[in-house]
């Protein structure tokens, strides 16, 4: 994925994750489920400087997701399913402590990032 991040900057990221379904009730037509997994990124930024110049910086991220599901049986091979996910991860490249990602108005900085996803979709059991 590419594209100009939170703080202005040009950035491509790759990402990488893993996660585990758990179901609650698996023999039911109306499935609950939660989602537990770890995630890694790795990012290209174009950093630009007071004087001008623009420097390419390679970022890393490392951190973990969950959250909870609902999965409905359409028919014995479909089911639909839709589920909300939270995602927490923090800088960890060697430039993470002395050139932190984000400061806030008050001068507060921090290499934490989060975000949230709702999904829906269908999935096919064969």
């Given at each position: 994925l590419g594209g100009t991040d939170y703080n202005g900057f040009e950035r491509g990221e790759f990402m990488w994750s893993a996660s585990g379904l758990f179901f609650f009730n698996p023999k039911s037509p109306l499935q609950v489920y939660s989602i537990l997994g770890l995630n890694l990124s790795f990012a290209s930024v174009e950093?630009?400087?007071?004087?001008?110049?623009?420097?390419?910086?390679d970022w890393n991220y490392f951190g973990g997701h969950m959250g909870l599901g609902l999965q409905a049986a359409l028919g014995p091979k479909v089911a639909l399913n839709v589920d909300v996910t939270g995602f927490l991860r923090g800088r960890t490249d060697s430039r993470a402590r002395r050139e932190p990602e984000f400061i806030d108005s008050r001068g507060r900085m921090t290499n934490t990032s989060g975000g949230g996803l709702l999904r829906a979709g269908l999935t096919f059991f064969w």
């Open positions: 950093v630009p400087y007071d004087d001008g110049s623009v420097q390419e910086q």
